[in-house]
């Protein structure tokens, strides 16, 4: 997940052996679902996944994401 902290979009990349589903969110400190994924199928290799996130309030958020059955959660700082 890069950049780190951003101010306008991050990006999630997945190196994959075999086709997956992708599915996710963003959730802010209140727990707050702020952005929503649909889920669609991740290729073999490897992906990029890119979040606007540039009219989100400066804070932090925390990334929620499912590749397969497979769950991810990671820390983002969003600054103005």
Not at 35 to 42: A, M, P
Request: cysteine-free.
């Amino acid at each position: 997940i890069f950049p780190v902290p951003t101010t306008d979009y991050l990006t999630i990349e997945i190196g994959l052996d075999t086709e997956l589903e992708f599915k996710g969110f963003l959730v802010n400190n209140l727990g707050q679902h702020v952005r929503t994924f649909e889920s669609k199928q991740l290729m073999r290799g490897k992906n990029l996944h890119t979040i606007d996130v540039i009219d989100l309030a400066q804070g932090q958020y925390y990334l929620n994401f499912y590749v397969g059955k497979e769950q991810f959660i990671a820390k983002v700082l969003v600054l103005d």
